[in-house]
């Protein structure tokens, strides 16, 4: 924040929740002029707008799902000048009328969400993000990228077409989600795996990703038969149809959404308790963008990745059909082997995933890895069996002939080539080969093989398998234990069973002013807020406005009708006060108006009535005049009032 405050061309790398948004939208209210802000996002663009409106800041969109009405507004708000932060999508910069619109609003900082859609190597590469380069040299003003995910090509590229290759001011704020479980699984009836791990979570909103349109369909079908809300969200829906399930999802309370990759990035839904993937994703930086919208609060949140042979393939297919160079494919190929990788791990999974974006940690005791350590055998002779193998064929087949090289199976192709005569051939028979491909999936997931596009998909060594194969390191792998899902999973309360039935009904009134205003349920107060309600018990106005969430606007707004589940009643506040609530300047307030109370008709009780308004004490109490004649300066404060009052306030006042 200092850095965007200052004027520095700033890059932030923060995690998902780690209040990317705050350090562009607080500067925004303190420096002068204009913040545009480029995101890729229309709903996420909606939200936010949404979310600052009902913090009492003047912001706005410009989308293609705007209304007339909300376009109209926000040229309103930019001639009169009282816009802070104006968002727009990347795609507007092809229009040549953008660069004289935003001269003329005084636009003084550029803001990039979602930065690593600039990069060609990042996994969302959006063309029209290359032009914002452009824009901030048109403009001569200072630009703030901010992201959650880019590795060091990523970050690199970020900087190039942003920034010129000049390094901005950096930040890298750490890629550790802690408050999220790590879980993965081989596919055993994935269907049953999903719904167990739903039925343990009853009640909490989830998101489940699937490979498929076909299977959204399918699956959330399934979950709505085992009696959860549930809808399915994918690219071939109609527009309507997809913003109803994201108003559905965003004010429901315990829905379901069943989704491929389209949903998600633009519902800022901070109360996601869980997220599962039915199939393996595409890479390691989208598991992490997709696991990244559960526990936005900071709650605990749960995750599971179901992944399998069919996956594997399914993704394999998907770089090699591409239309990328084959430098990009074989970059595609690594990244997936890093995900492979995290799935196959042996230890911490969490120290492997903070790995690959170049952070060391120790094991974090919130994986499944970590909650129980995976049986493993040595599998240095087979690996290195398996890499002789790979060498003698010339580097150019597959894992299937492969390992029917290695079990001595005389298949035509093994015949055709004659590899029944090679040094490898039947050297693996004392495993099966299940086994083999086992070994095999698990090689390409440390890196040690890489299939080439240029070779139809043939299996190639990498460096690292050098030192395996001269037999200067030890290798473990995972024995395959394929366990069947199981329902009794216990599940992680949010609050203790004396608060639940609080929280519910807190949720129950969060949902009802929700739909009142047609917002969603966090806009309100989020599932975290509503917690520590129901946790903390607030029984004043001055005790709700120290709940982490409950800013002077939602106090203002929303404090009474909590104060009211919560205490029965809420007893009323004098706005001037209420402004004050839950700070040493409140206190000062209630100490100044008691003290003003005994003194209304004088020290004897018997002369003319005579009080401050609340406005004047709250000035007195803000200000803290150190002397009568500072006194006598508040708006207000007339010479009689001074008179009677001011050595009993100037005493309270010194006395802190």
Known sequence: ???????RNTLAIMPTGGGKS???????LCREGVTVVISPLIALMRDQVRALKAAGVDAGALTSGNTDEETEDVFASLDAGSLRLLYMAPERLASSATLGLLRRINTTLIAVDEAHCVSQWGHDFRPDYLRIGDLRRALGVPLAAFTATADEETRAEIVTRLFDGTPPATFLRGFDRPNIHLAFAPKDEPRAQILAFADARRGQSGIVYCASRAKTETLATALRAAGHSALAYHAGMEAQARRDVEAR????????????????MGIDKPDIRWVAHADLPKSIESYYQEIGRAGRDGAPAETLTLYGADDIRLRRTQIDEGLAPSDRKAADHARLNTLLGLAEAIACR?????????????????????DTPPETFDVTDPVRKALSACLRTGESFGAGHLIDILTGSLTDKVRERGHQGLPTFGVGQDLTKAQWQSVFRQMQGHDLVRPDPARHGALVMTEAARPVLRGEVTLHFRRDLVRRAKSATVVRALVSDEDAPLLSALKAKRRALAEAARAPAYIIFPDRTLIEMAEVRPMTMDEMARISGVGAKKLESFGAQFLEVIAGSAPHMHPARLKLAGSATGRLFDRLQAA????????????????????TLRKIAERRPNSIAALQRIPGMSTASAERFGAVFLSIIAAG
């Open 596 to 615: 003003q109370q005994e003194l209304v008709r004088g020290p004897a009780g018997q002369d003319r009535l005579l009080n401050c308004s609340q406005t």
């Open 350 to 370: 969490r120290q492997r995933l903070l790995a690959y974006f170049g952070e060391s940690s120790t094991p974090c005791g919130n994986c499944d890895l970590c």
């Open 1 to 7: 924040m200092q850095a965007v405050l200052a004027g």
């Open 22 to 28: 705050l350090c562009f939208q607080l500067p925004a």
């Open 249 to 264: 999802f965003q004010q429901d309370d315990g829905l379901i959404v069943v989704a491929t990759v389209a949903f998600g």
